[in-house]
């Protein structure tokens, strides 16, 4: 069984600080994973995502986010965190292997304070 | 280029009903998947069609099913509505049929049973 957790809900950061979005995962063989963004009354957008190669991946609007196998960890990142980053994070993923279906994480609330 | 595109947007029916939503993908993607969102479930995964074939099937009741046409165009339906089917229904779509390819969302459809 594969699973993606995050652990926290919410995340609150000062306008310019940088911000994390915690992200595990538990999934056989070689993972894919993916963050998406979700505002108020709309649908997912893709925001990036790891296959293979470089651990640190770059996304849109600035954000950025690093695999880590050791520690099963897919954390998403932004130097400087905008107001309107303020929004509801999903990490998701899946294996490479038999599964075919792409698990989401619960979501983290973002707020980003002016 | 057009979006994934959901109808209706919202909807109100009562318990007992039926209901079909529908999603138009973004022109030349092959493959629909549908989701539901609620706040306490998070994200749960329904189904998903490539080509006409239903590919992969969550772990939701009978009552769910769905369908693809062959110009890739997607309807869900639920029958025998219960309170517990309100949710933020979405619908997503993909050029092929690899995992890695990142999913474009509709904005959903909004399901309240009364």
């Known amino acids: 069984a594969q699973s993606v957790a995050q652990p926290e809900d919410q995340v609150n950061v000062a306008e310019g600080n940088p911000l994390t979005v915690k992200c595990t995962y538990s999934?056989?063989?070689?993972?894919?994973l993916f963050w998406y963004v979700q505002y108020p009354n709309r649908g997912l957008q893709f925001l990036l995502k790891?296959?293979?190669?470089?651990?640190l991946v770059k996304g849109s609007y600035g954000f950025e986010a690093e695999f880590n196998k050791s520690q099963t960890s897919f954390h998403l990142k932004k130097p400087s965190a905008l107001v309107s980053d303020s929004a509801l994070y999903f990490c998701?993923?899946?294996?490479?292997?038999?599964?075919?279906?792409?698990?989401f994480g619960s979501g983290t609330q973002l707020t980003v304070l002016p | 280029k057009a979006g994934v595109t959901q109808t209706p947007r919202y909807l109100i029916k009562t318990r007992g009903q039926q209901v079909t939503l529908s999603c138009s993908p973004i022109?030349?993607?092959?493959?629909v998947s549908w989701y539901q969102q609620t706040p306490g479930q998070g994200l749960q995964f329904l189904f998903e069609?490539?080509?006409?074939?239903?590919?992969n099937k969550g772990n939701f009741p009978g009552r769910f099913s769905g369908r693809q046409f062959s110009n890739s165009r997607s309807e869900m339906n639920v029958s025998t509505l219960e309170l517990g089917d309100s949710a933020l229904y979405l619908c997503?779509?993909?050029?092929?049929?690899?995992?890695?390819?990142?999913?474009?969302f509709g904005e959903g459809s909004r399901l309240t049973v009364l």
């Open positions: 999934v056989s063989g070689n993972p894919y």
């Open positions: 069609y490539f080509s006409e074939t239903q590919r």
């Open positions: 790891y296959i293979t190669g470089d651990n």
């Open positions: 022109s030349g993607h092959r493959s």
């Open positions: 997503a779509s993909r050029k092929g049929q690899g995992d890695t390819g990142e999913l474009f």
């Open positions: 998701a993923g899946i294996s490479s292997g038999s599964a075919r279906q792409l698990t």
